[in-house]
């Protein structure tokens, strides 16, 4: 652990600031079981109010969990199973910023928060930025989450704010079975939330999304209703100039990019814009409007 603080099974009223900062900046975690946070946040089962800032720069920002169940966390915030009140800001900026998730349940997270079975009160803003951004998920049931929250089996009063842009490219990839990349996206399955959601991915070069392999799932600025209800708007964006594809290869593959996934729930508004191309779950031909999806 570098500049960063667990706060497992526990209770806390304050402030949080983690800082990491160079010329390369790199968090890895490499071995089974194996664990590697850098200017990152544990809240597992607590209670918190206050705010946690965790910022990552530097001319290459890379954080990877190599092996099996391996996790490294970069500039992220965990709050699974807690309570919280208060606001989470996550940055990362750097020339290029890389999240890879190489392995068997390996599990990468940058600039994104877990509020998995969690109570929030509050506002969470993810912030990523380079010239080339790119989060990589590579295994069987690996996970790779940049600038994304999940809010899965929770409940949430507030925004939730994800951005990921380049002056390059705009690169998420899962490969493998149910292997799972989510870039600039929100993961709300089986929740409630009042309050707005905005989800950006643009770069000045391409913005690619793409699921490879059985069961895998590629999120690019989407967000996943299944079984929830939110009360308020949503918003996503996904484009890049030069092109935008989004991929889906392999049974029960899914690869949503600038999409909403409405599957047996309800919202109180919505808008999506995609920049035309390879579009697959796509119910606009035109590709401009993005993709809504329900069932």
Request: glycine share 14%.
């Amino acid at each position: 652990n570098l500049g960063s603080v667990n706060m497992e099974n526990s209770r806390m009223e304050g402030n949080v600031l983690n800082f990491a900062g160079g010329m390369a900046t790199t968090n890895v975690a490499l071995g089974k079981n194996a664990k590697a946070n850098l200017a990152s946040v544990n809240m597992e089962n607590s209670q918190m109010k206050g705010n946690v800032v965790n910022i990552a720069t530097g001319a290459a920002v890379t954080n990877v969990a190599l092996g099996k169940n391996s996790k490294a966390n970069l500039a992220a915030v965990n709050l699974e199973n807690s309570k919280m009140e208060g606001n989470v800001l996550n940055a990362a900026v750097g020339a290029a910023v890389t999240n890879v998730a190489l392995g068997k349940n390996a599990k990468a997270n940058l600039a994104a928060v877990n509020l998995e079975n969690s109570q929030m009160k509050g506002n969470v803003v993810n912030v990523v930025g380079g010239a080339a951004v790119t989060n990589v998920a590579l295994g069987s049931n690996a996970k790779a989450n940049l600038s994304s929250v999940n809010l899965e089996n929770s409940r949430m009063t507030g925004s939730v704010t994800n951005a990921a842009g380049a002056l390059g490219a705009v690169t998420n990839v899962a490969l493998g079975s149910n292997s799972k990349a989510n870039l600039s996206s929100v993961n709300m399955e089986n929740s409630r939330m009042t309050g707005s959601v905005t989800n950006v991915a643009g770069a000045l070069g391409a913005v690619t999304n793409a699921a490879i392999g059985s069961n895998t799932t590629a999120n690019l600025a989407s967000v996943d209703l299944g079984n929830s209800t939110v009360s308020g708007g949503v918003f996503n964006l996904a484009g890049g100039l030069s092109a935008t594809t989004n991929v889906a290869i392999g049974s029960g593959s899914e690869a949503n990019s600038g999409s909403i996934v409405l599957k047996n729930s309800g919202s109180g508004g919505g808008s999506n814009v995609s920049k035309s191309g390879l579009m697959i779950n796509n119910v606009d031909p035109t590709g401009i409007f993005g993709a809504v999806v329900t069932g």
